[in-house]
């Protein structure tokens, strides 16, 4: 299904002046205008292809046009508003789709939108529930020279604060795999989504009390102040793990405030690396994939690094197949040999996590300085290397140091739904207990189980 943001012209100077083009601050601090926020908001949704502006106005269409939207233009002559759309639409006559009406006082989000979203969050839980069950799992038994048994069990980790900003769909996956998980959840959303959590936590109460559960095993907020936030951070008498979801302001605060235990990751600065023997037409298709599925993710291409050996060939064929979504391209001194369009690059640059239509660029000499410059200025999310090389890539895998390395994949793999873990309750940069896509294994630990028959130590 495709879907038209249908904005015009009399809705940006009239009623709300300027509205659609203002950048406002969301919860993550990142400024983004009105239309942006609506379109990420549509493109998140699994079954829809595509989503398209739909203006009679050009300031309108511009914005559109920096983020990496389709825009459909339509003729501003003096009719309403439904014709205006129904010409839009007529561009699309072959494509199934529905509207997002943002003008006068039509609802910002509409029923189907939020029907679409609720069934993906209860896919979501049907996923988990189908997954094995980690508690109790043994693993690594074995006898010593004394004859006891020894084993590792799977046990959960206890008490799991969730602390996350606008979406609601994380209050039903974290409640799922915290449940399924063995722990308890207290979960603290953001103020912008009190209603829909406060909603959601309802249903998920009356479903622990319908089999038996214990209603409070899992627990949202009613308070969004940021009171509420160190209170859970710092009670490690009774919260055994934090796990932040949100911007990179939300989690540099919880981490050095927080006395509880955080499983977290910072930024998602993603490398593909092109090497030399690199097959290009795959690359390509790499790439586009991983920069431009979808923006504001933290497994999207943020840096491309590419061997100077196909510099002069690959440079201009990537920047080629990236044009229709406007990607700009902040490259080093030789990249911008090849690619006279290119911004030139700052090590800021090539640390930053854009989340946008923006990449970086860096020509190397080899595999090795490919390494050193993902290392340097990586995130330790996720990197790939494009390469024919067996060598070359079991190099790549061991001296990368991130939670995920690949090998001829999308850096857009890097979910714990592509992993097979169901669900996941967030991403991890840290290299204690959990790493990369957390799911349930994730909210579990391990401990150590002896069986004897009597057996004493000398």
């Known amino acids: 299904m495709s879907v038209v943001i249908f904005i015009p012209a009399r809705y940006a100077s009239t009623r709300y002046p300027g509205k659609p083009l203002v950048e406002l601050a969301g919860a993550s601090g ?11 908001a549509a ?7 595509g989503v398209y502006v739909l203006t009679d106005d050009h300031r309108i269409a511009d914005v559109a046009t920096n983020f990496g939207a389709e825009v459909l233009m339509t003729s501003p002559a003096a009719r309403n508003g439904s014709e205006r759309c129904s010409e839009g639409l007529s561009q699309l006559a072959s494509e199934p789709r529905a509207v997002i009406n943002l003008q006068g006082d039509a609802p910002l989000t509409p029923n189907w939108f939020v029907e679409a979203l609720v069934a993906a969050m209860a896919e979501g839980v049907r996923q988990v529930a189908a997954l094995a069950d980690p508690v109790g799992q043994t693993a690594n038994g074995k006898y010593l020279p004394s004859g006891i048994h020894l084993s590792q069990m799977r046990v959960p980790l206890g008490v799991v604060g969730i602390i996350y900003e606008s979406r609601p769909n994380v ?10 998980s063995g722990n308890a959840a207290i979960l603290r959303g953001g103020k912008e989504a009190l209603h829909s959590n406060q909603a959601i936590a309802a249903l998920v109460r009356r479903a622990m009390t ?8 899992v627990q949202v907020l009613d308070r969004v102040d940021r009171e509420a936030v160190s209170l859970l951070i710092q009670d490690d008498a009774h919260v055994d793990v934090i796990v932040p979801r949100g911007g990179r302001g939300l989690i540099e605060r ?4 927080a006395r509880v235990p955080v499983i977290k990751h910072l930024d998602g600065n993603c490398h593909i690396y092109v090497a030399a023997d690199a097959d290009l037409a795959m690359a390509e298709a790499l790439v586009v994939n991983a920069k431009t599925r979808r923006y504001g993710v933290c497994n999207a291409l943020e840096s491309l690094v590419v061997d100077s050996a196909v510099a002069s ?5 990537i920047a080629a197949a990236l044009a229709p979504n406007a990607i700009e391209i902040r490259g080093c001194a030789r990249t911008r040999n090849y690619l006279t369009n290119a911004i030139p690059a700052t090590d800021e640059d090539y640390a930053t996590e854009y989340l946008g239509p923006i990449m970086s660029c ?3 000499d080899g595999l090795d300085e490919a390494i050193a410059h993902i290392n340097q200025h990586g995130s330790g999310h996720t990197d790939a290397i494009v390469t024919a090389g067996i060598d070359s890539a079991r190099r790549f895998i061991r001296d990368v140091d991130s939670a995920s390395v690949m090998v001829n994949a999308s850096t857009a793999f890097a ?7 169901g669900a996941e309750i967030g991403i991890s940069t840290d290299k204690i207990h959990a790493r990369g896509p957390v799911g349930l294994e994730g909210l579990t630990s391990q401990k150590w189980v002896v069986w004897g028959e009597g057996q004493t130590r000398s």
């Open 43 to 49: 493109k998140s949704v699994s079954c829809i292809d």
């Open 313 to 317: 060939v690959f440079l201009p064929k």
């Open 210 to 217: 319908d089999t038996g559960m214990p209603e409070a095993a």
């Open 171 to 180: 209050t039903v996956d974290a409640a799922i795999l915290c449940f399924k």
């Open 30 to 40: 990142q400024r983004k205008t009105l239309i942006q926020r609506t379109w990420e």
């Open 415 to 421: 979910d714990g739904f592509e992993y097979g873990l």
């Open 362 to 364: 860096k020509v190397v």
């Open 254 to 257: 919880i981490s050095r405030d």
